[in-house]
């Protein structure tokens, strides 16, 4: 973007005093950003028509984005970045004395989604735009997103997040392309203009409003700018007199008012399944109504349209595009169904039983009467067709309907042509087990597609130190192609690059020791071993297993305060569920243990622990650059991938895994010497649900170094966890350790004891931290995407990106 500093600060200057009337050095930082965000939004404005009117001209084939969250981060820096003019931008605040970081943190970071699968709906969106590919979002506009995390008194409170409070300078409402989604009413049919076709009548339906706020996803230096539209629910205008009491008003508002805050278990409420089909359906139509404008057959609308949906919460769009075309556009079943299939794609992000979407049967039935019909027919119709084929009972358990119950994961697979895991265990198991009978009838519908990251936004943005040393060492090649970076692998003797890396290190562990004195009251000393686990709080990622190895720790110092052990600090960041006891249980024995050992004077600070309030992207962009161990310690083959452990790789952290999820891949990359492996396998895990023979309370009674921790839960040792170290200790030892803890104790000891060897040896431990980043490429969510157009999508780069 042609564009220099002079221009620049005139421009902002004016655009400052157009929207406050006065000069901006009297502005708050709110005011600043703001006048900066609406520049910016101002200057991709015609590429982002541009495109849009290229796309429509080419009549291109267009992938959307269905997803029940999204995570972006702050997007200014974002845009500054992939728009080219970062720097330039930098100079030009500084030289009117103001400081873009600090401008930049003014920004509300939309926390509307709950984890990993909004994280990665995100990283995709930057991705399509980036690679050149023709796609868009479709989600909510959460007037709340998830909540904002404080502790008191070591305990998780959540108070709600008004992301919205200031204005919001990306967003545009596009209220020309606002449309009706109908819920409840009666369904009967009619045979009209005698040519013997039934016709639907769906009367007296309840109609909310989906207005359309559509923000720009800019493409990194390619001019293409693509498009995310979140729906809010309004009452239609015209309509407001059968919304006359403020309980009805409110009923309408609440559909998108804002995200459940669960990652891991899906709620069964009549609110939740409201929202799904509020924008799957809002998509759809907007969908459909491109479509119409094309004046194409119905047949090519695979041709021209890819949906892909994210996990099942969008499964909906699957009836909802049937229920369009044969309700509304008259088509057989026959034709739509194929026209659906073809269409339609999922991604299963979860092979946990209690996250598998289930709805009783009554309440679609009342919610959505005629959508309801149309999976009746689905599920008919499949029973029908594959009894013959693969017998009764096979084709029982592949049901979408059964005992009352509606099974989206079934729907969504035998509405769509492709169903992808998230990472090669992911999919295998959901080949081998999970969705086994599903693989049986329609093998050809399963791939892989391990997940990614992007580098613009974890390297680029987060990491400038690394970024720079990068640059001066390999040249820029990376930045457009991120498996260039594999280049660094030359300088791995290199000593003069090892310790720029551990310069680029400390700098960064010491922003973040800055961030945890400001805001903790912690001091932590950067030349410690920075330990990171940061992911949602739950049984399977295992934090309470860190947390034994903690105790470990403490117990040695506590038995000889000069013991020879690696000064560390272990860095949490997770928020739990509001309603899961257990999760939050263990947020507060984390809390516990750091204030006893934080505040211990014997143990002269060779452990401190640091849990930050709040874990999101904006503080992700903190601490990840800051990393020297990534924990990735998830029970083996519950994690279906994670993405932390590519971004921490991407910086230079070295994984503690086990070999589950995305880790796997990560070992194959980097290799065994630059990773510390630990635990039981897949299998192995499967095997002893199997058979049943494990006993952690044998575990126990024979490890005499486990028991004596284990008994700190109990005996009082930590203050304030009476009733949390009762019940996660019986958990562990009465109720037979789901997770397997004890099982890995052992060997998660040793790997994290010659972590400490490694650690202590500078060369080596940089070398490892340069493997990790030369071989982060590969999880570049570029790749990622690219072949979710190739094998999936069937769309292909526009012509004039380097990726065609
Ligand atoms: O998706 C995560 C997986 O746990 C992680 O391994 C993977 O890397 C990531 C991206 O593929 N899943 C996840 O984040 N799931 C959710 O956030 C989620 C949210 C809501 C519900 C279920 C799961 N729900 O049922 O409401």
Same mark, same amino acid.
């Given at each position: 973007?042609?564009?220099?500093?002079?221009?620049?600060?005139?421009?902002?200057?004016?655009?400052?005093?157009?929207?406050?009337?006065?000069?901006?050095?009297?502005?708050?930082?709110?005011?600043?950003?703001?006048?900066?965000?609406?520049?910016?939004?101002?200057?991709?404005?015609?590429?982002?028509?541009?495109?849009?009117?290229?796309?429509? #001209?080419?009549?291109?084939?267009?992938?959307?984005?269905?997803?029940?969250?999204?995570?972006?981060?702050?997007?200014?820096?974002?845009?500054?970045?992939?728009?080219?003019?970062?720097?330039?931008?930098?100079?030009?605040?500084?030289?009117?004395?103001?400081?873009?970081?600090?401008?930049?943190?003014?920004?509300?970071?939309?926390?509307?989604?709950?984890?990993?699968?909004?994280?990665?709906?995100?990283?995709?969106?930057?991705?399509?735009?980036?690679?050149?590919?023709?796609?868009?979002?479709?989600?909510?506009?959460?007037?709340?997103?998830?909540?904002?995390?404080?502790?008191?008194?070591?305990?998780?409170?959540?108070?709600?997040?008004?992301?919205?409070?200031?204005?919001?300078?990306?967003?545009?409402?596009?209220?020309? #392309?606002?449309?009706?989604?109908?819920?409840?009413?009666?369904?009967?049919?009619?045979?009209?203009?005698?040519?013997?076709?039934?016709?639907?009548?769906?009367?007296?339906?309840?109609?909310?409003?989906?207005?359309?706020?559509?923000?720009?996803?800019?493409?990194?230096?390619?001019?293409?700018?693509?498009?995310?539209?979140?729906?809010?629910?309004?009452? $239609?205008?015209?309509?407001?007199?059968?919304?006359?009491?403020?309980?009805?008003?409110?009923?309408?508002?609440?559909?998108?008012?804002?995200?459940? $805050?669960?990652?891991?278990?899906?709620?069964?409420?009549?609110?939740?399944?409201?929202?799904?089909?509020?924008?799957?359906?809002?998509?759809?139509?907007?969908?459909?109504?491109?479509?119409?404008?094309?004046?194409?057959?119905?047949?090519?609308?695979?041709?021209?349209?890819?949906?892909?949906?994210?996990?099942?919460?969008?499964?909906?769009?699957?009836?909802?595009?049937?229920?369009?075309?044969?309700?509304?556009?008259?088509?057989?079943?026959?034709?739509?169904?194929?026209?659906?299939? #073809?269409?339609?794609?999922?991604?299963?992000?979860?092979?946990?039983?209690?996250?598998?979407?289930?709805?009783?049967?009554?309440?679609?039935?009342?919610?959505?009467?005629?959508?309801?019909?149309?999976?009746?027919?689905?599920?008919?119709?499949?029973?029908?067709?594959?009894?013959?084929?693969?017998?009764?009972?096979?084709?029982?358990?592949?049901?979408?309907?059964?005992?009352?119950?509606?099974?989206?994961?079934?729907?969504?697979?035998?509405?769509?042509?492709?169903?992808?895991?998230?990472?090669?265990?992911?999919?295998?198991?959901?080949?081998?087990?999970?969705?086994?009978?599903?693989?049986?009838?329609?093998?050809?519908?399963?791939?892989?597609?391990?997940?990614?990251?992007?580098?613009?936004?974890?390297?680029?943005?987060?990491?400038?130190?690394?970024?720079?040393?990068?640059?001066?060492?390999?040249?820029?090649?990376?930045?457009?192609?991120?498996?260039?970076?594999?280049?660094?692998?030359?300088?791995?003797?290199?000593?003069?690059?090892?310790? #720029?890396?551990?310069?680029?290190?400390?700098?960064?562990?010491?922003?973040?020791?800055?961030?945890?004195?400001?805001?903790?009251?912690?001091?932590?000393?950067?030349?410690?071993?920075?330990?990171?686990?940061?992911?949602?709080?739950?049984?399977?990622?295992?934090?309470?297993?860190?947390?034994?190895?903690?105790?470990?720790?403490?117990?040695?110092?506590?038995?000889?305060?000069?013991?020879?052990?690696?000064?560390?600090?272990?860095?949490?960041?997770?928020?739990?569920?509001?309603?899961?006891?257990?999760?939050?249980?263990?947020?507060?024995?984390?809390?516990?243990?750091?204030?006893?050992?934080?505040?211990?004077?014997?143990?002269?600070?060779?452990?401190?622990?640091?849990?930050?309030?709040?874990?999101?992207?904006?503080?992700?962009?903190?601490?990840?650059?800051?990393?020297?161990?990534?924990?990735?310690?998830?029970?083996?083959?519950?994690?279906?991938?994670?993405?932390?452990?590519?971004?921490?790789?991407?910086?230079?952290?070295?994984?503690?895994?086990?070999?589950?999820?995305?880790?796997?891949?990560?070992?194959?990359?980097?290799?065994?010497?630059?990773?510390?492996?630990?635990?039981?396998?897949?299998?192995?895990?499967?095997?002893?649900?199997?058979?049943?023979?494990?006993?952690?309370?044998?575990?126990?009674?024979?490890?005499?170094?486990?028991?004596?921790?284990?008994?700190?839960?109990?005996?009082?040792?930590?203050?304030?966890?009476?009733?949390?170290?009762?019940?996660?200790?019986?958990?562990?030892?009465?109720?037979?350790?789901?997770?397997?803890?004890?099982?890995?104790?052992?060997?998660?000891?040793?790997?994290?004891?010659?972590?400490?060897?490694?650690?202590?040896?500078?060369?080596?431990?940089?070398?490892?931290?340069?493997?990790?980043?030369?071989?982060?490429?590969?999880?570049?969510?570029?790749?990622?995407?690219?072949?979710?157009?190739?094998?999936?999508?069937?769309?292909?780069?526009?012509?004039?990106?380097?990726?065609?």
């Amino acid at each position: 973007m042609a564009f220099d500093v002079q221009e620049f600060k005139k421009e902002y200057q004016k655009k400052f005093e157009e929207l406050f009337a006065y000069g901006y050095e009297a502005g708050s930082k709110t005011e600043q950003y703001i006048a900066l965000g609406d520049l910016v939004r101002g200057l991709y404005s015609e590429d982002w028509i541009q495109t849009i009117t290229e796309y429509n #001209k080419k009549k291109e084939k267009q992938v959307y984005y269905f997803s029940m969250e999204f995570l972006p981060g702050r997007m200014l820096k974002s845009n500054l970045l992939n728009m080219g003019i970062l720097d330039c931008v930098k100079q030009g605040m500084e030289d009117m004395g103001l400081d873009l970081d600090e401008v930049a943190r003014a920004e509300v970071d939309p926390a509307l989604g709950n984890g990993g699968l909004g994280r990665l709906a995100s990283c995709f969106m930057d991705s399509i735009a980036s690679t050149g590919l023709a796609g868009n979002g479709n989600g909510i506009r959460y007037r709340y997103g998830l909540f904002k995390q404080k502790f008191i008194n070591g305990y998780q409170i959540e108070l709600p997040e008004n992301w919205l409070r200031n204005r919001n300078v990306w967003e545009v409402r596009k209220e020309n #392309k606002a449309v009706i989604v109908r819920f409840g009413g009666d369904v009967s049919f009619t045979q009209e203009d005698g040519d013997g076709r039934l016709r639907v009548r769906h009367e007296n339906t309840r109609d909310i409003l989906a207005v359309p706020y559509d923000t720009a996803q800019v493409g990194y230096n390619n001019g293409i700018v693509n498009n995310l539209r979140l729906w809010s629910a309004e009452i $239609p205008y015209g309509d407001e007199a059968r919304f006359s009491t403020e309980e009805q008003r409110e009923e309408v508002k609440r559909i998108t008012e804002v995200l459940y $805050p669960d990652d891991s278990n899906y709620e069964g409420r009549l609110l939740r399944v409201q929202q799904e089909y509020f924008f799957s359906s809002a998509g759809i139509q907007s969908i459909v109504r491109y479509f119409k404008r094309l004046n194409l057959d119905w047949s090519l609308f695979p041709d021209k349209i890819a949906i892909h949906i994210n996990d099942t919460h969008p499964t909906l769009a699957i009836p909802e595009l049937m229920r369009i075309l044969l309700d509304e556009e008259g088509l057989t079943w026959d034709q739509a169904w194929e026209i659906t299939k #073809k269409t339609v794609s999922y991604t299963n992000h979860t092979i946990l039983q209690e996250a598998m979407e289930r709805w009783p049967e009554t309440m679609i039935s009342d919610l959505l009467p005629r959508i309801y019909q149309i999976i009746q027919e689905i599920n008919r119709r499949h029973i029908d067709k594959k009894t013959p084929l693969y017998g009764e009972e096979l084709s029982q358990r592949t049901a979408i309907i059964a005992n009352g119950q509606i099974k989206m994961a079934n729907l969504a697979i035998i509405g769509s042509h492709s169903v992808n895991g998230v990472a090669r265990l992911h999919t295998d198991i959901l080949m081998a087990d999970t969705l086994h009978d599903f693989y049986v009838m329609y093998p050809q519908k399963f791939n892989n597609k391990t997940n990614g990251i992007t580098q613009r936004r974890w390297v680029q943005i987060a990491n400038e130190n690394l970024t720079a040393m990068l640059d001066e060492t390999i040249g820029t090649e990376w930045k457009s192609d991120p498996e260039e970076i594999k280049i660094l692998k030359a300088h791995r003797d290199n000593k003069m690059v090892l310790d #720029k890396l551990e310069q680029v290190k400390l700098a960064n562990k010491k922003r973040f020791a800055a961030y945890v004195e400001q805001e903790m009251g912690i001091e932590i000393d950067p030349t410690a071993l920075f330990d990171v686990q940061i992911k949602r709080l739950h049984a399977y990622k295992r934090q309470l297993l860190n947390v034994l190895h903690i105790l470990d720790r403490y117990l040695q110092l506590k038995d000889n305060p000069n013991a020879n052990l690696q000064k560390r600090v272990f860095i949490f960041g997770a928020k739990a569920a509001p309603s899961y006891y257990y999760a939050k249980q263990i947020i507060k024995l984390i809390n516990s243990i750091a204030y006893l050992i934080n505040n211990d004077p014997s143990i002269k600070d060779k452990i401190k622990i640091v849990f930050v309030e709040n874990y999101g992207v904006s503080l992700a962009e903190l601490i990840i650059p800051a990393a020297d161990i990534s924990e990735q310690i998830s029970l083996a083959g519950k994690e279906a991938s994670g993405t932390s452990n590519m971004k921490l790789m991407s910086n230079g952290a070295i994984t503690m895994a086990t070999l589950d999820g995305a880790n796997v891949e990560i070992r194959d990359n980097v290799g065994d010497d630059n990773i510390f492996i630990f635990g039981l396998k897949s299998d192995e895990v499967q095997e002893y649900y199997r058979n049943g023979v494990y006993n952690s309370r044998d575990v126990y009674d024979k490890n005499p170094r486990l028991k004596r921790i284990l008994n700190l839960l109990i005996d009082g040792t930590i203050p304030g966890v009476e009733t949390e170290g009762r019940d996660i200790f019986d958990s562990l030892v009465m109720y037979n350790d789901e997770y397997f803890l004890l099982k890995d104790f052992d060997g998660y000891l040793q790997a994290q004891y010659e972590a400490d060897v490694a650690f202590s040896d500078r060369d080596r431990w940089n070398r490892m931290a340069l493997m990790n980043i030369a071989s982060s490429g590969p999880f570049s969510s570029d790749y990622t995407i690219l072949r979710y157009a190739d094998e999936i999508w069937k769309i292909k780069p526009q012509s004039g990106s380097k990726f065609n």
